[in-house]
């Protein structure tokens, strides 16, 4: 099975809303994508093909600290992945491609809320190890953080702010 990762593009917007239908049990991350897509510039959107057909999707979106500290912090969602190309390594190769593109725009770190014993494969640790906290009440294991550039020590006792879109939807 050969998995191509690229960009999204405009014409693959209405895929995209379907497979996310398809892969969450409400409407709200579907929701949210439409918002991040018409108001939210700071985006990198990533999909997965196989044969040209999308089967998954991962978003970046830009967010704020409580302070001016020059970081460029961006939060990871959502992602998924069609059900029936779900434990196929398609998830994987989404993350991978993702943390590389933040890699090379030069993005200081990101924030995902997500399964404790999924992201950390890939880096990720809990925000409590560096002493952020999350503008959501949310348990302490699932907040996690992947450092790109050694510099959280600027965040420390402070929280962090998805896309104002993100507080639309929950």
């Known amino acids: ?85 779900q434990s196929k390594g398609i998830g994987t190769k989404l993350v991978e491609a993702v943390i590389q593109e933040a890699k090379q725009n030069n993005i200081d770190a990101i924030f995902v809320l997500g399964h404790p014993n999924y992201y950390p494969r890939f880096g990720f640790k809990p925000t409590k190890d560096y002493q952020i906290k999350c503008q959501y009440d949310v348990p302490v294991d699932v907040f996690m953080v992947l450092d790109l550039s050694n510099k959280l020590n600027l965040l420390k006792n402070q929280t962090v702010f998805y896309a104002e879109e993100f507080s639309k939807v929950f």
């Open 1 to 85: 099975m050969n998995i191509n990762v690229r960009y999204e593009r405009l014409e693959d917007q209405e895929l995209i809303y379907r497979l996310i239908s398809q892969a969450f049990e409400t409407a709200d991350e579907e929701k949210l994508v439409r918002l991040l897509h018409t108001d939210h510039q700071s985006l990198i959107s990533l999909v997965a093909e196989i044969d040209n057909k999308i089967v998954g999707q991962i978003i970046l979106s830009k967010m704020n600290t409580e302070s001016d500290n020059g970081l460029e912090i961006y939060g990871l969602a959502p992602m998924c992945v069609a059900p029936e190309y």
